[in-house]
């Protein structure tokens, strides 16, 4: 009996030994305790994100044949993304009106992001929350307001006949890519507020008074001491906005016509009338691979520029 109790004692031994170490390396490691943290929100990701992914890469190399896969890998599909004069120039195009709509909102939304910063000193919250109550009700009612405002006896045409400015309705607000752009706009605006206004909170007003008194007026001040302290906020809200306005393809079908359809367009059909999911995989990752390039270029533009104001 006391023979399988040591037995048992120097089984067990190794094992509090291990536990221990665990334990002490667990308390050292700021790191581990994150990361345990962490683990349920990296196990959604990766299930939900890592493997769809995944599965999205491989099928990319497979091509469609008939209602059936050749699961043989292949570049083909790749090959007649990047070649199609189609697909060549749906990509050109969504990347232009993403990086003209990414411009267009971050400039008219910078100055309410200052505003709210600098010259609102009671009730910010408020301020923020009418900023974007419009952002509360459902994406697709505010494309299809837009829709409303920008049709051909819309709203605008309306007033601007009313108004006696125009005698027949512009033709070009709506199923274009102006109208594309209008509405994507409008729609990501509140996320390029919000991180601009965060940036823009935290500038401490005693550089701003130093500047002022070393003799800088209201357009230098802001040239040099908010502008370049502020674009942390400005390269987060580009990012924020460029890289999902891409991939939109709810707006262009609803607003766009044939001269605002965009490549999520394309996607969408492959994987849908079309019914070509490796061809849709491959336009998918493709596009990808070229927005990442674009910001991955931005954010090395921006750190040189960052580098040179400094």
């Known amino acids: 009996m006391s023979n399988g109790t040591a037995v048992a004692g120097a089984i067990a031994e190794p094992r509090r030994t291990l ?7 667990f308390m050292r490691s700021e790191a581990l305790r994150g990361y345990s943290l962490l683990s349920p929100t990296l196990l ?3 299930f939900g994100i890592c493997i769809p992914f995944a599965i999205l890469i491989t099928m990319s190399f497979w091509t469609q044949q008939g209602f059936d896969f050749d699961t043989t890998l292949s570049v083909r599909n790749y090959s007649k993304a990047f070649e199609h004069p189609v697909y060549e120039a749906l990509m050109l195009r969504s990347l232009a009106i993403s ?6 909102t971050v400039v008219l939304s910078y100055p309410m992001a200052y505003y709210v910063a600098f010259h609102v000193h009671r009730h910010k919250m408020i301020w923020i929350i009418l900023m974007t109550l419009p952002f509360w009700t459902s994406y697709l009612l505010r494309v299809f307001a837009w829709k409303i405002i920008l049709g051909y006896n819309g709203a605008i045409n309306s007033g ?6 125009i005698d027949q309705p512009l033709e070009f607000l709506l199923y274009s890519q102006t109208a594309v752009v209008i509405t994507l706009a409008h729609a990501w605006a509140a996320f390029a507020i919000l991180p601009m206004y965060v940036s823009l909170e935290k500038i401490d007003r005693t ?15 802001f040239l040099r001491v908010t502008l370049p302290l502020s674009l942390p906020g400005i390269i987060a809200a580009t990012l924020i906005l460029f890289i999902p306005i891409v991939g939109d393809y709810i707006t262009p079908a609803l607003l766009g016509g044939p001269d605002g359809m965009m490549i999520g367009n394309m996607i969408q059909a492959q994987f849908g009338k079309v019914n070509n ?3 849709g995989s491959a336009l998918a990752i493709g596009m990808m ?5 674009c910001a991955l270029t931005f954010m090395f533009v921006t750190r040189k520029a960052k580098e040179y104001i400094a």
């Open 160 to 165: 601007l006949k009313g108004l006696g400015l």
């Open 99 to 104: 990086g003209i709509c990414t411009i267009a």
């Open 207 to 221: 550089l701003l008074e130093a500047a002022t008194d070393l003799g800088d007026g209201p357009v230098a001040r």
């Open 19 to 25: 536990r221990a170490g665990l334990g002490a390396l």
């Open 277 to 279: 999911w490796p061809m």
């Open 289 to 293: 691979l070229i927005v990442a390039a």
């Open 44 to 46: 959604i990701m990766a």
